[in-house]
């Protein structure tokens, strides 16, 4: 794994592991001098083909890592200490010491994903493996090609390879370091679920993956031969730390108010729902999900509206619903929040995942194509995660050949996925470069990016994290 650097370098080159290796090697080379050895942890960003915001509700994804990664050149240290530097000049040096208490950088900043990582391996360590501690840190420079805040999951990235690194001599499988790092990478704030580490982890080339959670399994799923996903990004920041980290958290909260409503209403026919604690268990348990769906109050209700529908206290909802990490309550939307529209997407989004994964294997696109349509349209209309460039950037694409659109990940700006027949990629791309790039952002008083390789582009699927075998 470890080798010198005039080592690593020439092995890099047989390889041909990439422009992005040796200037993170060199750069590594450049701050560590010292450094007897060096090894490289590798974590891919990730698009979901379908399947957005069931995750945390316990509903299938279907999404594909791709080959977009980020790369961490590391030693060893003798200490406890994590030191990580970026290539990129504008992201500070990192330093701090492994713990379960690991106190956290202002909001925002990047060394906030080294240290979950780092946090959640130490807290396992304790609990399963506690002749390995204290764990030993690492010395190391981070470079990436997923660009940041796109939506593509740069950040999970970042954590998956940091994890790499550290827990690369513990005795933990991939699937139990996804699960661990989907809990703690909430160490940031945002109360994701598991899809983005998972995928990261557990990607395969050649394959998209269906995932479902709790517990958590992967099954590879063929795209329809002859097709490829083609990824644009709106060119609008979706910040998981930042302004979306709140709109976010107020989506994981109207699941858990609907459910809570779901429950009440089911519990008389169907005693056991009483024990659902996901979205997933309820439409387990109640067959008529979609009948239930239409007994709930119409959107926007209060937490009172909520209690009061439930017979119960205002304060015991918001506690079972509204809590945040820091133990604080999330505060209310300004216009209310929208239960009924948010379980109606997740419930219908669960079931469209199931039917895109068969049509893919089938070889059937133009119905993935149309799942993938429906899918943006209830993540716009119900689930209020679009915006004007996202829903103009799937017209776009549509209108050039598109046989279904729509947006990727968290939403509120970053990348919409397309899929389109291989052979009609490059004009798809070509229209979507024209139109919106250089028609539409410009009217948006959007800069035009400089560079279209980064932001528009096909993608194939690939390999999950790890240690580059050298
Ligand atoms: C973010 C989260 C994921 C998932 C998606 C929406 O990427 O990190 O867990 O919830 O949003 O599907």
């Known amino acids: 794994m470890f080798r010198s650097i005039a080592d690593a370098k020439t092995r890099l080159k047989a390889v041909e592991a990439g422009a992005l290796y040796t200037?993170?090697?060199?750069?590594?080379?450049?701050?560590?001098?010292?450094?007897?050895?060096?090894?490289?942890?590798?974590?891919?960003?990730?698009v979901n083909v379908i399947g957005e915001h069931t995750d945390y509700n316990g509903l299938p994804v279907m999404p594909m890592a791709i080959d977009r990664e980020i790369v961490i050149a590391f030693a060893p240290a003798e200490t406890s200490t994590v030191t990580l530097l970026n290539v990129e000049s504008s992201y500070p040096r990192v330093e701090f010491q492994i713990s379960s208490a690991v106190p956290p950088y202002e909001t925002g900043h990047w060394g906030n994903?080294?240290?979950?990582?780092?946090?959640?391996?130490?807290?396992?360590?304790?609990?399963?493996?506690?002749?390995?501690?204290?764990?030993?840190?690492?010395?190391?420079?981070?470079?990436?090609?997923?660009?940041?805040?796109?939506?593509?999951?740069?950040?999970?990235?970042?954590?998956?390879?940091?994890?790499?690194?550290l827990s690369r001599d513990l005795p933990i499988s991939k699937p139990e370091l996804a699960d661990l790092l989907a809990a703690g990478e909430r160490y940031v704030g945002t109360q994701g679920g598991g899809m983005d580490q998972a995928t990261s982890l557990l990607g395969r080339k050649g394959s998209a993956l269906r995932i479902d959670f709790f517990p958590l399994e992967t099954q590879p799923v063929k795209l329809p031969e002859g097709h490829v996903i083609v990824v644009a990004n709106t060119m609008v920041t979706a910040?998981?730390?930042?302004?979306?980290?709140?709109?976010?958290?107020?989506?994981?909260?109207?699941?858990?108010?609907?459910?809570?409503?779901?429950?009440?209403?089911?519990?008389?026919?169907?005693?056991?729902?009483r024990e659902a604690t996901l979205l997933k268990h309820f439409q387990q348990t109640v067959p008529e999900?979609?009948?239930?769906?239409?007994?709930?109050?119409?959107?926007?209700?209060?937490?009172?509206?909520?209690?009061?529908?439930?017979?119960?206290?205002?304060?015991?909802?918001?506690?079972?619903?509204?809590?945040?990490?820091?133990?604080?309550?999330?505060?209310?939307?300004?216009?209310?929040f929208s239960p009924k529209k948010r379980c109606r997407h997740v419930l219908t989004e669960g079931a469209r995942v199931g039917k895109a994964a068969a049509a893919a294997e089938r070889g059937d696109a133009r119905e993935l194509g149309r799942l993938m349509d429906e899918s943006h349209t209830s993540c716009a209309d119900d689930y209020g995660i679009s915006c004007p460039e996202l829903d103009r950037m799937v017209a776009v694409m549509r209108a050039h050949g598109a046989l279904g659109a729509r947006l990727t990940g968290a939403g509120f700006g970053g990348c919409a996925v397309a899929?389109?027949?291989?052979?009609?990629?490059?004009?798809?791309?070509?229209?979507?470069?024209?139109d919106y790039y250089q028609g539409y952002?410009?009217?948006?008083?959007?800069?035009?990016?400089?560079?279209?390789?980064?932001?528009?582009?096909a993608c194939s699927p690939s390999e999950g994290a790890g240690i580059l075998p050298l």
């Open 23 to 46: 200037e993170v090697l060199d750069a590594f080379a450049r701050v560590f001098p010292d450094a007897p050895e060096v090894a490289f942890a590798r974590a891919p960003g990730r």
């Open 289 to 336: 999900w979609e009948e239930c769906l239409l007994g709930l109050p119409d959107d926007p209700v209060s937490v009172a509206d909520v209690a009061a529908f439930l017979g119960g206290l205002e304060n015991d909802v918001a506690r079972r619903c509204l809590v945040q990490r820091d133990g604080s309550l999330l505060p209310p939307p300004k216009d209310g």
């Open 441 to 457: 952002l410009p009217e948006r008083g959007i800069a035009v990016p400089s560079e279209r390789a980064s932001v528009l582009f």
């Open 419 to 434: 899929l389109v027949p291989s052979d009609q990629a490059d004009s798809l791309m070509d229209g979507v470069w024209r």
């Open 239 to 273: 910040n998981k730390t930042g302004g979306a980290r709140v709109v976010y958290n107020t989506r994981v909260a109207e699941c858990r108010l609907g459910l809570e409503m779901l429950k009440h209403l089911a519990a008389p026919k169907h005693p056991a729902v």
């Open 113 to 165: 994903y080294a240290k979950a990582a780092a946090q959640a391996l130490c807290e396992w360590a304790q609990a399963s493996a506690s002749d390995a501690l204290p764990l030993r840190g690492i010395r190391g420079v981070v470079a990436g090609s997923i660009p940041a805040g796109s939506g593509l999951s740069s950040s999970s990235a970042l954590v998956v390879a940091v994890a790499c690194a």
